[in-house]
Each structure stands twice: as structure tokens, then as C-alpha cells.
């Protein structure tokens, strides 16, 4: 699984989550004690801030062709990149498409990539 969010480790389970101010929402694919169904497959709850054992933020990185990227998301076994290495030219070179103004994002075959990892910030 590729994440790139907002975790949050609530008696001893860790749950995709959202802070709100003094507030964090903790999400589900199932439903649960304390959880209402935002859509279906998609269940909240709503806790203090000072419940939550533990609120990180995390992100996976990997390299391809020799360059460093953020991943993005998955799908049928290709990764959608997020260029870090803060050069056009070699973003151009990559083939990369310019997302926005400086971020340069693409599609790289998962067999393609090395050192992916999740990193806790």
C-alpha cells in the first residue's frame, strides 16, 4: 500500500486520518464502533486530539532512472511519480508531464523502481 497522508495510531491500530483543529478524524473501510458512514466503503470517526495515541504524517519516496520521487498513488502495477529532484531538464528528459508551475509528475512501472519506502515525518 502507497501512502501519502495523514496516519494516525489509535488503540494500538493505525487509521488514515485528518487533523481538524482540536479534533482529528480517523477513517475506515468498514463500519465500527463510533463510526458513521460517510459514503459506502468509507467510515469517520471524529476524536480529541489527546485520544489519538499518535498523529504522523507520511509519505512514500522511491528513485527511478536515477532520480528521486514522491509516489502518489498505484494502479495496475505502475506508480504516478512526483518528480523531487528540482531540475526541469532532467524532469523534461524523464518525459514528465508539468503539472504545475516547477512539479513535474508521470507514471513509472512499478517493476521499474528501486528504494521505495515509507517515510514518518
Not at 468498514?30 to 458513521?36: A, L, V, Y
Amino acid at each position: 500500500m502507497m501512502r501519502d497522508g495523514y496516519v494516525a495510531r489509535y488503540q494500538g491500530r493505525e487509521y488514515e486520518a485528518s487533523p481538524d483543529g482540536d479534533n482529528v478524524r480517523i477513517y475506515q473501510p468498514q463500519p465500527g464502533d463510533g463510526f458513521s458512514e460517510v459514503r459506502p466503503g468509507r467510515y469517520v470517526r471524529v476524536l480529541n486530539a489527546g485520544d489519538v495515541d499518535d498523529l504522523m504524517y507520511v509519505r512514500t519516496t522511491c528513485t527511478w532512472q536515477g532520480e528521486p520521487f514522491i509516489v502518489l498513488g498505484e494502479a495496475d502495477g505502475w506508480l504516478r511519480v512526483e518528480y523531487t529532484g528540482g531540475k526541469a531538464p532532467t524532469a523534461q528528459a524523464l518525459g514528465l508531464e508539468e503539472f504545475d508551475f516547477g512539479v513535474y509528475q508521470g507514471w513509472a512501472p512499478l517493476s521499474a523502481v528501486t528504494d521505495l519506502r515509507e517515510n514518518r515525518i
